[in-house]
């Protein structure tokens, strides 16, 4: 359902609404550059791993994940979808 527009040429539909036509602004980590980011996420990291709270891979975990991965990755496309 959208906004009929009316112009020399010809009426418009157009899927913009008013309060949807303000131009978007970028937020939190978007905004931010990708090295900014990137000492956000080493600090959170350091901080999880002195906590105690940061997940560490087993080597099964680890395996069975590589697995899952080369598996989902490997897959013929019809059964992808």
Same mark, same amino acid.
């Given at each position: 359902?959208?906004?009929?527009?009316?112009?020399?040429?010809a009426?418009?539909?157009?899927? %913009?609404?008013?309060?949807e036509?303000k131009?978007?602004?970028?937020?939190?980590?978007a905004?931010?550059?990708? %090295?900014?980011?990137?000492? &956000? %996420?080493?600090?959170g990291?350091?901080?999880?791993?002195?906590?105690g709270? #940061?997940?560490?891979?087993?080597p099964?975990?680890a395996?069975a #994940?590589?697995?899952?991965?080369? &598996?989902?990755?490997h897959?013929?496309?019809?059964?992808? #979808?």
């Amino acid at each position: 359902m959208g906004i009929m527009v009316k112009t020399k040429k010809a009426t418009e539909k157009t899927d %913009a609404t008013p309060a949807e036509s303000k131009p978007k602004t970028r937020r939190g980590f978007a905004s931010m550059d990708r %090295a900014q980011v990137r000492e &956000l %996420a080493s600090r959170g990291g350091r901080a999880a791993h002195e906590q105690g709270t #940061a997940h560490e891979f087993t080597p099964e975990e680890a395996r069975a #994940a590589g697995r899952k991965g080369g &598996l989902a990755s490997h897959r013929p496309r019809a059964e992808k #979808a």
